[in-house]
């Protein structure tokens, strides 16, 4: 991929990062870190064919940590400016430094061990620019929102359609030998349509989010589902309280994948806040469930050669037949722990749930008849986990289903259970897998949760 989409190349970058880190070493410094970032974009959206909004944004910045002090004595600082002149990063090295000077020493900070960084990373082809015109653009996004309207007179207004497009780049080095950077991009097409009047309105949407640009789903594809999924919900009921099997739908079972990151992440581990504590080689989910992680795929949205540090990025089941395999742990977590990063600063790469009982037919379709009779959730709201305790509770929508066939939409429920149940009482997850940001899974049916009525 040419460089000629920024403004500076990678080379550039590169000797602005080595100028930097010999800053801090003049200046005195134990060690330093630094990544240089540029990017640009641009994010247009409408409302029932008018234009909304247009934003175009070009941004930098340099970021850079002094290290002063050995060992277990060690002192950090951080600074950062958006000036990429040499009177700009001399002063933000020397910020940085004196912030330093007058810290606490911390006995797990530091840059992470040599041996674990990354010297030959792999070129994972993650930068596809979009060099799309405002008038593209709009474009888009109108033809969207336009097909949403032309699905059924019941959709009667919008929320908007938008498109976005956004590609960066940058390079991180620090004084233990490690640079490397990489371009990168993201882009996204949403349609948000509302269905009913009155008391009797839904709103729904749908999204398509790919590095790649030729990858997305087309803007009528996307109107067309999301207005499906808005109609489908008029006329929604509530339930009493019970006792059900709950099927978490595709994009809402990746919600559950990401609940298990942040309870087996090195900050909630060290600071005993999670109820998945002292978990490792015990069992947390039921004996069919895998999860992997793989940094390496090519093009993907989760995928890095190596992580926010510089340690290099592997391969490597979490969850093997049920059984936790491996934390999410930065260099520092990691020392508080007394273990060794997992290349995990910065979050999870390509993360991907699956059961060993999943067929190639288990579809969605297949997915409701082995719920039986129970209930589809499709939407939820509140931030509802006690990750302490693991007690689950958020407000929920979706469908009741009876022998395996959606009777009708529910509203106002909430569901209830504690996520160490949730995960031991995965009964099965689908074929009908979808990617959502770094998580990959298909729908997870979970065999017993409280339901309240509202």
């Known amino acids: 991929m040419s460089d000629s989409v920024f ?3 990678q080379e550039q970058l590169r000797q602005l990062a080595q100028d930097v880190l010999r800053y801090a070493k003049e200046k005195g410094a134990s060690n330093a870190a630094v990544e240089i970032s540029e990017g640009s974009g641009l994010s ?3 409302r029932k064919g008018g234009v909304e909004t247009i934003e175009q944004n070009k941004d930098k910045g340099m970021g850079v940590t002094v290290y002063l002090g050995e060992e277990r004595h060690i002192r950090r600082g951080n600074a950062s ?8 990063l001399k002063d933000t090295v020397e910020a940085a430094y004196n912030i330093a000077r ?3 020493e911390d006995d797990c900070a530091g840059l992470p061990d040599e041996e674990m960084l990354e010297r030959n990373p792999h070129d994972l082809q993650l930068c596809y620019p979009w060099l799309i015109s405002t008038e593209e653009a709009v474009e888009l996004a109108k033809r969207g929102e336009a097909a949403a309207f032309a699905v059924d007179k019941r959709i009667t207004n919008s929320e908007g359609a938008s498109v976005y497009a956004q590609q960066s780049h940058f390079v991180s080095a620090n004084s233990r030998g490690f640079i490397g950077g990489y371009p990168y991009s993201r882009h996204t097409i949403s349609v948000a349509p509302i269905a009913g009047k009155g008391s009797n309105m839904q709103r729904d949407d749908w999204y398509s989010s790919m590095r790649d640009p030729s990858k997305l789903a087309t803007p009528e594809a996307i109107g067309r589902y ?3 999924r808005a109609l489908a919900r008029l006329n929604a009921r509530k339930l009493d309280t019970r006792k059900c099997p709950v099927l978490f739908e595709a994009p809402l079972a990746a919600g559950l994948l990401g609940a298990f990151v942040q309870a087996v992440s090195g900050g909630a581990l060290y600071r005993k806040s999670t109820f998945l504590l002292d978990s490792l080689g015990k069992s947390a989910f039921a004996p069919h469930v895998q999860i992997s992680e793989d940094p390496h795929i090519i093009g993907a949205v989760g995928s890095s050669p190596f992580d926010e540090e510089g340690v290099k990025t592997s391969r490597r089941d979490v969850v093997k037949d049920g059984v936790v395999q491996g934390y999410f742990l930065s260099t520092y977590s990691a020392r508080k722990l007394g273990m060794q990063t997992t290349g995990n600063a910065g979050g999870s790469h390509n993360l991907t749930m699956s059961s060993s009982l999943t067929k190639s037919t288990d579809d969605f379709k297949a997915m409701l008849k082995k719920l039986d009779t129970g209930l589809l959730v499709t939407e939820l709201m509140g931030q509802g986990v006690n990750y302490v305790t693991g007690d689950y509770s958020r407000g929920a929508s979706g469908f009741w289903v009876e022998k395996g ?18 995960f031991m009482q995965v009964v099965a997850i689908g074929a009908d897998t979808l990617v959502r940001g770094t998580k990959n899974t298909g729908s997870i049916l979970i065999e017993n949760m409280v339901v309240a009525g509202g």
């Not at 400016?81 to 700009?88: I, L, N, R, V």
């Not at 066939?405 to 949730?422: C, F, H, L, R, S």
């Open 7 to 9: 403004i500076h190349s």
């Open 44 to 46: 247009v959206s409408v």
């Open 81 to 88: 400016t958006s000036d990429f002149s040499q009177k700009a």
């Open 102 to 104: 007058f810290t606490a």
């Open 226 to 228: 999301a207005a499906q």
């Open 405 to 422: 066939v959606i009777q009708y939409p529910v509203e106002e429920i909430t569901i209830a259970g504690n996520m160490k149940d949730i």
